[in-house]
């Protein structure tokens, strides 16, 4: 089976994580791969993915985080860019093809809408008003037309059908390879050495880029109501900085008291280990798809403090849900102590393996029910 994914480019992020790993997934199951991303963008996962030998095509020139890289695309779009997807399209005849985001002129590919699968990863009206009405009228005709939508989780998927009115929709959730995860930890000395936190200290911490979104200046406040119960507590944010917000966090602990507790470590390669190592796990975003990171977290039997922008079903073990309307001193609780929610949903359908068999399987019907 020859299988295309598309995706804008491969920062750090849930989605682009994803992708990489199913691509390499779905090779090691005898699968042709091949990603087509809008631009390069230099990070670990393009490089991983190079080393594997996973087959990548670049629609633009340039970064598309340069100046030279805008450009490059403003111009593409004014000369038919569509002709190179379709020319890649023709000469790799793909079976299936899937979107991990939305391509310029997708109306406009050459292939058919029975092999045409689109997954929302981030919330839907989100998603939706990032797109525009005009490309959000265009999925709506592709789906008329037998594109196949995924949902991450059983009510995204719900809503996803009553949006575009159709049935073809399937829950899709983000796969993590388990096994990987678990069989690389940290030891708490370790971490602690690594980042020059005392070895007794209470440690809270999240992962994820530095973005309004993720609301990491709320994690501060908390941190400060944490202290008050636990002074030796610090809080470990691992992260790709983005225009400029590590600054304005440190800024912001410096003006809360809690500047010595905060760590910002930058984008590593090692997220997973640092996550093994934490005493509790908190996320504040103000919305949330899925959160990968927070199944990885409960993977490795790590507390969890969540708000409630992360989907119920992602919750499966230790972990509290908490609205951001709730006080510092309710989250603070929630950290320190031993309260958990109701399991609602079961972590293991969340392992890569699952995923990605499902995956191939759902490719599979979709070129049999044509071929018949």
Same mark, same amino acid.
């Given at each position: ?31 042709? #791969? ?19 030998? %996973? ?23 004014? #000369?038919?860019?569509?002709?190179? *997807? ?7 005849? !793909?079976?299936? %093809? @899937? *979107? ?6 997708? &109306?406009?590919? &050459? *292939?058919?809408?029975?092999? /045409? ?19 959000? #009228? ?10 196949? *939508? ?9 809503? %996803?059908?009553?949006?575009? @009115?159709?049935?073809?929709? +399937?829950?899709? !959730? ?17 971490? =602690? ?10 440690? +809270? ?12 200046? =709320?994690? +501060?406040? %908390?941190?400060?109501? #944490? ?39 930058? $984008? ?9 190592? /934490? ?32 989907? $119920? ?11 951001? &309307? $709730? ?46």
């Amino acid at each position: 089976m020859r299988i295309l994914y598309y995706i804008y480019s491969l920062p750090v992020g849930g989605a682009e994580t994803v992708v990489a790993e199913y691509l390499r997934q779905l090779r090691q199951r005898g699968a042709q #791969v091949l990603l087509v991303q809008d631009y390069r963008t230099e990070s670990f996962l393009t490089r991983s993915l190079e080393e594997q030998g %996973i087959p990548m095509v670049t629609l633009w020139p340039g970064s598309g985080e340069s100046k030279l890289g805008q450009t490059a695309k403003k111009a593409a779009r004014g #000369v038919g860019l569509y002709r190179r *997807f379709n020319k890649v399209i023709r000469e790799f005849q !793909p079976d299936v %093809i @899937h *979107f991990h985001a939305f391509p310029d002129h997708i &109306d406009r590919l &050459d *292939f058919p809408r029975s092999r /045409m699968f689109y997954s929302f990863h981030a919330a839907l009206e989100r998603n939706l008003s990032m797109l525009g009405q005009k490309n959000t #009228v265009l999925l709506q005709s592709l789906s008329d037309d037998g594109l196949t *939508f995924c949902g991450l989780t059983s009510d995204y998927a719900k809503e %996803i059908g009553v949006r575009f @009115h159709t049935d073809r929709v +399937l829950c899709i !959730p983000n796969g993590l390879d388990f096994d990987r995860i678990r069989s690389q930890r940290y030891s708490r000395e370790k971490l =602690r050495s690594l980042f020059g936190i005392p070895e007794d200290a209470f440690l +809270l911490g999240t992962v994820g880029r530095l973005h309004p979104v993720k609301n990491q200046e =709320r994690m +501060l406040s %908390i941190l400060r109501e #944490v202290q008050k119960s636990r002074p030796d507590a610090r809080l470990l944010i691992v992260g790709a900085d983005q225009a400029g917000r590590a600054d304005l966090l440190r800024r912001q602990a410096a003006e809360l008291g809690v500047a010595d507790a905060l760590v910002l470590a930058g $984008e590593r390669r090692d997220a997973d280990q640092i996550l093994s190592a /934490m005493d509790c796990f908190l996320l504040t975003s103000l919305s949330e798809s899925f959160s990968l990171v927070s199944v990885e977290a409960q993977a490795l039997d790590v507390k969890c403090v969540l708000s409630d922008a992360v989907p $119920e079903d992602v919750a499966c073990q230790d972990c509290v849900r908490l609205s951001l &309307d $709730e006080s510092d001193e309710r989250w603070a609780e929630a950290v320190v102590g031993a309260e958990s929610d109701p399991i609602t949903g079961n972590l293991e359908n969340y392992d890569l393996n699952t995923v990605v068999d499902r995956l191939m399987q759902i490719y599979r019907d979709a070129l049999a029910r044509e071929k018949s």
